[in-house]
């Protein structure tokens, strides 16, 4: 093999001819100098029709390849510019690299395949670029996929739903298919415009295709699905329900803290040091400090619970039935949705009964909101909708929005959940 194929193929070149490799002392570099293949050349950098040549454009240009070994390595070559029918004076396009990128195609591929893998310092570290670098391969990457997948077809359940990134006052809508558990779409803002356009994107066929939507009660998601996709069946979110639940829980425990707090202030203060044998006991502080942590026992499942989390429990019951009531109420609805159909629409009524009953203001209040919401929750138990599959997308885009910080734009963000959680995982360079 002669020793330009031998860099053609080191390099993962096609429809390229090698010129000439050197070593650039300066950069520390292989520089492998090309040129696109006579068929490749003078093609429009936006669209690939062939036409005719512009100008020089600004002339030789660097582009990063993969390592070879623990070298980089640069290919060189002209960048002229075509004017295209289409587009007007554009950069020609080339056989090794994506449009206006610094680095080729394999290098973007693996850099994305690596982003979706390991941790953020290894991608940084491995291929000695900045993490806004890769945020910026990783958006190229993703309008690569949308460009040849739809990633739109095909489905009939869906579920929306809005998530926070940059700390709570910036949103993402997300689309999830519950009958796969993949992300779909993702779009920036919370509000109608931007469901408007998910809408848009599915075109007026699909939009007939889908027969039902999970959400939370946001009024604006359920005022887009009215007007774009009547005849879905709206169904509530478990996952949300059971929120709204651990939210009044977390408010009765409060009370019961802040109502300890008020009895400790009538307590005698204690001087600084370590605490007397002979001191008196102090009720009202010892609650409010036990309360002030109780909160993960409160939350999280019961299957989940630590041992110390038992006994806080365990605690609770014994020293105030009124919060301990409320997580019974908690864990009642979880319960519903456990059961799911004619077993959980029983457990419901009974559970609104109790209620409504239970003189708690929160979970009185509750009980109204799920009396309002019955038809949605109802839906949700007859069609009986996987909220493990959304919860946990729910919670790996999460994840993925604390990675992304640093990342220049949400749109980086976006391709990286896309990547992550979408029906087209990134492909290694050379082994698709
Ligand atoms: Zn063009």
């Known amino acids: 093999m002669r020793e330009r194929s031998v860099w053609e193929r080191a390099c993962g ?6 010129e000439g490799v050197d070593f650039d002392e300066a950069a520390g570099a292989v520089i492998v100098s090309v040129r696109p293949a006579a068929k490749a050349m003078n093609r429009c950098g936006r669209c690939g029709r062939k036409s005719p040549r512009f100008d020089q454009g600004d002339g030789r240009r660097r582009w990063r390849a993969l390592d070879l070994g623990s070298t980089k390595v640069f290919v060189e070559a002209s960048a002229p510019r075509v004017r295209c029918r289409a587009h007007g004076p554009t950069v020609a396009q080339v056989p090794w690299a994506r449009h206006g990128a610094g680095h080729t195609r394999d290098f973007d591929d693996q850099a994305a395949w690596l982003a979706v893998h390991v941790s953020k310092t290894a991608v940084v ?54 009958d796969t558990g993949r992300l779909v779409w993702a779009g ?4 109608e415009a931007t469901l408007e356009r998910f809408f848009d ?111 806080k429990l365990a605690w609770i019951a014994r020293t105030d039935p009124r919060l301990h009531r409320a997580y019974l109420l908690k864990e009642g609805l979880r319960t519903v949705f456990a059961l799911k159909g004619d077993a959980g ?37 007859d069609h009986g909708l996987s909220n493990a599959l959304i919860e946990s997308t729910n919670t790996k885009i999460r994840l993925l929005t604390r990675i992304a910080f640093g990342f220049h734009n949400p749109e980086a963000l976006i391709a990286l959940a ?9 492909a290694l360079p050379g082994r698709q």
């Not at 996929?145 to 998530?163: C, H, K, S």
């Not at 920036?188 to 509000?191: A, T």
Request: net charge positive.
């Open 13 to 18: 070149l096609t429809r390229t001819v090698v």
């Open 125 to 178: 570290e491995l291929l000695r670029i900045a993490w806004r670098t890769v945020g910026s391969i990783i958006t190229r990457v993703s309008a690569d996929i949308d460009a040849n997948v739809d990633r739109l077809d095909g489905l009939t359940r869906i579920g929306i739903d809005e998530i926070s990134y940059k700390r709570g006052y910036r949103y993402l809508t997300v689309v999830v298919d519950h």
């Open 188 to 191: 920036v803002g919370r509000d």
């Open 201 to 311: 994107e599915l075109g007026a066929e699909r939009c007939a295709a889908i027969t039902h939507v999970t959400a939370d009660a946001a009024d604006w998601i359920a005022h887009v699905v009215a007007r774009r996709a009547p005849q879905a069946v709206k169904c509530a979110d478990p996952f949300h329900v059971v929120m709204w639940a651990t939210d009044a829980l977390d408010e009765v425990r409060r009370q019961a803290w802040n109502d300890a707090r008020a009895v400790a202030r009538t307590e005698p203060k204690r001087r600084p040091g370590r605490p007397r044998a002979d001191a008196a006991p102090r009720p009202g502080h010892e609650r409010a400090r036990a309360l002030k942590h109780a909160r993960y026992a409160l939350w999280k499942n019961p299957e989940n619970l630590t041992e110390r989390q038992q006994v």
């Open 345 to 381: 629409k029983q457990a419901l009524d009974q559970w609104i009964s109790w209620a409504r009953r239970c003189r708690i203001p929160a979970f009185v209040k509750l009980q109204r909101s799920i009396v309002r919401h019955r038809a949605a929750i109802d839906a949700t138990l």
């Open 418 to 426: 896309m990547l992550a959680l979408g029906h087209q995982p990134p």
